[in-house]
C-alpha cells in the first residue's frame, strides 16, 4: 500500500493590481513543509495576450530563498543587489532573501506563452539573518533508460549534481517520461519528497496523481518509482529535502520565526531601507498588506 499523500492546488491571485493567477500545492493545512521546501507555485501555460503575463512590481523578502524554473517563455530579474538576469526555461535563478532583498519579475516582450514554477525554501534559523544573494546555474539534461529525463537544478540525483549553494539538504529536478515511460530513482532515504505534476499524469509509488497535484512521499523509502502510463509525454518536478525540523511563520513575502519578526519585517520594508532599492523597474513597489488583527502563530508539519 503506497504512503503518498495526494496533495491539491488552489489558485491564488498573484502580484498586486497587475494579478496573474497561479495554482499553489504548499503551503496549505495539511503540510507547511516538504523538507525545506515551504512555497510551491506553478503556473501556465498562459498566453500572455490574454492575461497580460507577469508583472509583478518590487516586493520583499526575508528568511528564505527563491528558485525560479520555467518551462516556456522569459521573465527579466532586478532586485536589490543590482543584479538584472533574466530567467529562460531550463535555466535555474535562485535569489537568497536572508536579512531582506527586494526584486521585481516581468514576462519579457519575446513571451508568447508564460509557464513555469516559483518555489520558496525557508532558511534555518542560523542562517535566517544570512546577508542576500544571486545564483544562476543552466542543468545539462541526462537522459535515463526507458524514455525518461532529468535536470537537476538542485542537489544531486541520477549521477548529476548541482554545484548551486543551498542552507539545508536539498533536492530539486525537472523530470520527463516517455508514454508508457517507468523510472526507478535511487534517492535519499532521509528525505521527505514532493512531485509536482505539470504535464500529463504519473503514478508515483503506484499512487495516480493528474496534472497540478503534488505528491508527498514520507522519509524511509531508499527509491522513488514514476510512471507514466498515457500516450502523451508528461513532465514533473521532483523536489525534496530531510525533514526541516523547525516550525516558521510565513506572511506576505517574509518567513521568521514569531509574529515580531514579521511585524518588523513588514515595517522595515514601509518605512526603512533594510532591503534596498530595485532600479529600473517602471512603477511603485508593492505595498504591505495589513497584518491580521490576531498574532500569526508559527507552523510546522504534523507529525
Known amino acids: 500500500m503506497s504512503d503518498v499523500e495526494v496533495l491539491t492546488a488552489r489558485d491564488v491571485p498573484l502580484g498586486g493590481p497587475r494579478a496573474m493567477t497561479v495554482r499553489r500545492t504548499l503551503p496549505q493545512r495539511a503540510r507547511t513543509l516538504i523538507g525545506a521546501w515551504c512555497f510551491v507555485d506553478h503556473y501556465g501555460p498562459?498566453?500572455?495576450?490574454?492575461?497580460?503575463?507577469?508583472?509583478?512590481?518590487?516586493?520583499?523578502?526575508?528568511?528564505?530563498?527563491?528558485?525560479?524554473?520555467?518551462?516556456?517563455?522569459?521573465?527579466?530579474?532586478?532586485?536589490?543587489?543590482?543584479?538584472?538576469?533574466?530567467?529562460?526555461?531550463?535555466?535555474?535563478?535562485?535569489?537568497?532573501g536572508g536579512l531582506g532583498i527586494a526584486h521585481s519579475e516581468v514576462s519579457t516582450p519575446a513571451t508568447t506563452l508564460l509557464h513555469g514554477v516559483q518555489l520558496w525554501v525557508a532558511l534555518p534559523e542560523r542562517h535566517r539573518l544570512t546577508a542576500r544573494d544571486f545564483q544562476h546555474y543552466a542543468p545539462e539534461p541526462v537522459q535515463l533508460a526507458d524514455g525518461a529525463g532529468l535536470r537537476v537544478f538542485l542537489g544531486a540525483?541520477?549521477?548529476?549534481?548541482?554545484?548551486?549553494?543551498?542552507?539545508?539538504?536539498?533536492?530539486?529536478?525537472?523530470?520527463?517520461?516517455?508514454?508508457?515511460?517507468?523510472?526507478?530513482?535511487?534517492?535519499?532515504?532521509?528525505?521527505?519528497?514532493?512531485?509536482?505534476?505539470?504535464?500529463?499524469?504519473?503514478?508515483?509509488?503506484?499512487?495516480?496523481?493528474?496534472?497540478?497535484?503534488?505528491?508527498?512521499?514520507?522519509?524511509?523509502?531508499?527509491?522513488?518509482?514514476?510512471?507514466?502510463?498515457?500516450?502523451?509525454p508528461a513532465r514533473t518536478v521532483l523536489l525534496g529535502g530531510p525533514p526541516f525540523g523547525e516550525e516558521i511563520v510565513m506572511w506576505w513575502n517574509f518567513i521568521g520565526r514569531s509574529h515580531e519578526d514579521i511585524a518588523q519585517a513588514r515595517a522595515d520594508w514601509m518605512t526603512g531601507d533594510r532591503f534596498g532599492d530595485v532600479t529600473g523597474y517602471d512603477g511603485?513597489?508593492?505595498?504591505?498588506?495589513?497584518?491580521?488583527?490576531?498574532?500569526?502563530?508559527p507552523r510546522g508539519n504534523r507529525r
Open 157 to 232: 540525483l541520477a549521477g548529476a549534481t548541482s554545484p548551486v549553494h543551498t542552507f539545508t539538504p536539498l533536492l530539486g529536478a525537472e523530470l520527463l517520461l516517455a508514454p508508457g515511460a517507468t523510472v526507478t530513482l535511487t534517492v535519499d532515504p532521509s528525505f521527505e519528497h514532493g512531485l509536482l505534476v505539470d504535464q500529463g499524469e504519473v503514478t508515483l509509488a503506484e499512487t495516480p496523481l493528474k496534472q497540478a497535484e503534488l505528491g508527498y512521499a514520507p522519509p524511509g523509502a531508499p527509491t522513488l518509482t514514476l510512471t507514466n502510463h498515457t500516450d502523451a
Open 284 to 297: 511603485e513597489s508593492l505595498p504591505a498588506p495589513e497584518l491580521p488583527n490576531m498574532p500569526l502563530k
Open 46 to 96: 498562459d498566453d500572455v495576450t490574454d492575461t497580460g503575463g507577469m508583472d509583478v512590481a518590487p516586493h520583499p523578502h526575508t528568511g528564505l530563498q527563491t528558485v525560479s524554473w520555467l518551462f516556456s517563455g522569459e521573465i527579466e530579474h532586478r532586485d536589490s543587489l543590482g543584479t538584472h538576469a533574466m530567467v529562460r526555461p531550463g535555466e535555474l535563478n535562485l535569489m537568497t
